[in-house]
């Protein structure tokens, strides 16, 4: 399993930003993803990226708001978090898909982003 390691969570005042990094151990996926979980919630998707190629999905509660993108060489996703709502609060999450069709097969262990009002 690929090793996943996030970073750049932390406390944010509403309205403000954050940027968060995902590095992988290894380049054996194909796509590499942010979800998020808040408390008493189940986990959500954000945005996914391909690796090759550098396509972009985002769930529509985040778009125009956050931006996925990634250094290829090194392993590296981030995800830019701007306009910030108290909302977004929660452990974000990267993951990591093997095969297109398959489905996320490795997590990181989360880092926390709290917005407050």
């Known amino acids: 399993q690929v090793q996943l390691v996030e970073s750049g969570g932390g406390l944010v005042q509403a309205g403000g930003s954050l940027r968060l990094s995902c590095a992988a151990s290894?380049?054996?996926?194909?796509?590499m993803g942010w979800f998020r979980q808040a408390p008493g919630k189940e986990r959500e998707f954000v945005a996914s990226?391909?690796?090759?190629?550098?396509?972009?999905y985002y769930a529509d509660y985040v778009k125009g708001r956050f931006t996925i993108s990634r250094d290829y060489t090194q392993n590296t996703a981030f995800l830019e978090m701007n306009s910030l709502k108290v909302e977004d609060t929660a452990i974000y999450y990267c993951?990591?898909?093997?095969?297109?069709?398959?489905?996320?097969?490795?997590w990181g262990m989360g880092t926390q982003v709290t917005v407050s009002a």
């Open positions: 993951a990591t898909k093997s095969g297109i069709m398959s489905a996320y097969d490795s």
């Open positions: 290894e380049r054996t996926f194909v796509t």
């Open positions: 990226i391909r690796w090759s190629g550098g396509r972009q």
